[in-house]
T-cell receptor, first 108, second 112 residues
Framework: KNQVEQSPQSLIILEGKNCTLQ??????????LRWYKQDTGRGPVSLTI?????NTKSNGRYTATLDADTKQSSLHITASQLSDSASYIC???????FGAGTTVTVRA | IAGITQAPTSQILAAGRRMTLRCTQD?????MYWYRQDLGLGLRLIHY???????GKGEVPDGYSVSRANTDDFPLTLASAVPSQTSVYFC???????????FGDGTRLSIL
């Protein structure tokens, strides 16, 4: 069973709107929790890295949060753009466990 | 442009053949990784290397081998390919295990 579960599997949003992606992990403590963006046909690109003691980290319009008590993380995308269409992947550094990703489609 | 180069970009291979996927980085990163990505699943770690001269097994190492003779290169070898090894293979590197991983654009491998 994957130690990292992401939801939803996919979502469609209109350009300019916000959205929030969820990540639940089962194994802790961990050294880092990461979020990556993967464009179709490309390798993943790092968005954020949070240590166990951090509860929020921003990278431009991307904000990741972490609740170690509930073993949950979220990635919030603000004012979405067409270029945000991609798969977003959550990673628990414990044994480098990758979630299956959430596919985001931004429509004009 | 600095980064990770993977070759080939795609390959169709007959079952039973030997295949080596190449990965080269020019960032002088200590750590390198090989993953496979299958539809509906997260990336799964095959093998990794924390520094030149050392390698370790990941989640799905069976049927694969790696070597790390120098800092820049981290080839992945399938000794005798099987259809279940059909996948997209990604190589990555990082300065150390706490830093972001930088990924190549993958090798799409089909085993028939």
């Amino acid at each position: 069973k994957n130690q990292v579960e992401q939801s939803p599997q996919s979502l469609i949003i209109l350009e300019g709107k916000n959205c929030t992606l969820q990540c639940n992990y089962t194994v802790s403590p961990f050294s880092n929790l990461r979020w990556y963006k993967q464009d179709t046909g490309r390798g993943p690109v790092s968005l954020t890295i949070m240590t166990f003691s951090e509860n929020t980290k921003s990278n431009g319009r991307y904000t990741a949060t972490l609740d170690a008590d509930t073993k949950q993380s979220s990635l919030h995308i603000t004012a979405s753009q067409l270029s945000d269409s991609a798969s977003y992947i959550c990673v628990n550094d414990y044994k480098l466990s990758f979630g299956a990703g959430t596919t985001v489609t931004v429509r004009a | 442009i600095a980064g990770i180069t993977q070759a080939p970009t795609s390959q169709i291979l007959a079952a039973g053949r030997r295949m080596t996927l190449r990965c080269t980085q020019d960032m002088r990163h200590n750590a390198m990784y090989w993953y496979r990505q299958d539809l509906g699943l997260g990336l799964r770690l095959i093998h990794y290397s924390n520094t030149a001269g050392t390698t370790g097994k990941g989640e799905v190492p069976d049927g694969y081998s790696v070597s790390r003779a120098n800092t820049d290169d981290f080839p992945l070898t399938l000794a005798s390919a099987v259809p279940s090894q059909t996948s997209v293979y990604f190589c990555a590197s990082s300065e150390d295990s706490n830093q972001p991983q930088h990924f190549g654009d993958g090798t799409r491998l089909s085993i028939l």
